[in-house]
T-cell receptor, first 114, second 111 residues
Framework: ETGVTQSPTHLIKTRGQQVTLRCSSQSGHNTVSWYQQALGQGPQFIFQYYREEENGRGNFPPRFSGLQFPNYSSELNVNALELDDSALYLC?????????????FGAGSRLTVL | EDKVVQSPLSLVVHEGDTVTLNCSYEVTNFRSLLWYKQEKKAPTFLFMLTSSGIEKKSGRLSSILDKKELFSILNITATQTGDSAVYLCAVVGGSQGNLIFGKGTKLSVKP
């Protein structure tokens, strides 16, 4: 089975620009979550998508938005980039089961904002 | 506010040593606790714990959960250089039912 794949692996943007990060879920998984991991920190929950709708969101401003497509792939969009948005963005997929949530993570997209 | 606290934040040992990593949590609506290993980028799953007192084992790694005292430990025996990584503890819970991570413990195993 294929794992979670993310693209691009690295990118550099400047303040104020917009970025789109992409994620393909592991085969058989129907839920995708996005996490932001700043250097030296644990991953922070951004949001989760299930059946193409956002069904959970962390403490991130509206300029962080996402999509989930019928094939369960997903995009994370960030508008009006700020320096503090520099981080590793991790996508994770899972098969939504009550009481269990073992996420399979991708290798991440490293975003640098200058 | 929900939080997960790991200690120590970093640890340097020599091959063959045994290490214990700690994770304490204060999370509403607790469902489970997970351990991940992060070597370069993608965290890889190690254990999921839902019940107190039941040890999970995988080779030289083992973990246990205490839901009364709200903590978990991850033990690694006979450490190898390949165990060098950041070990992340995460709790499923909170208002969203998502993973709430600690900052991680950076383990360095010297030859």
């Amino acid at each position: 089975e294929t794992g979670v794949t993310q693209s691009p692996t690295h990118l550099i943007k400047t303040r104020g620009q917009q970025v789109t990060l992409r994620c393909s879920s592991q085969s058989g998984h129907n839920t995708v979550s996005w996490y932001q991991q700043a250097l030296g920190q644990g991953p922070q929950f951004i949001f989760q998508y299930y059946r193409e709708e956002e069904n959970g969101r962390g403490n991130f401003p509206p300029r962080f938005s996402g999509l989930q497509f019928p094939n369960y792939s997903s995009e994370l969009n960030v508008n009006a980039l700020e320096l503090d948005d520099s981080a590793l963005y991790l996508c994770a997929s899972s098969r939504l089961l009550s009481g269990a949530n073992v996420l399979t993570f991708g290798a991440g997209s490293r975003l640098t904002v200058l | 506010e929900d939080k997960v606290v790991q200690s120590p934040l970093s640890l340097v040992v020599h091959e063959g040593d045994t290490v214990t990593l700690n994770c304490s949590y204060e999370v509403t609506n607790f469902r489970s606790l997970l351990w991940y290993k992060q070597e370069k980028k993608a965290p890889t799953f190690l254990f999921m714990l839902t019940s107190s007192g039941i040890e999970k084992k995988s080779g030289r790694l083992s973990s246990i959960l205490d839901k009364k005292e709200l903590f978990s430990i991850l033990n690694i025996t006979a450490t190898q250089t390949g165990d060098s990584a950041v070990y992340l503890c995460a709790v499923v819970g909170g208002s969203q039912g998502n993973l709430i991570f600690g900052k991680g413990t950076k383990l360095s195993v010297k030859p």
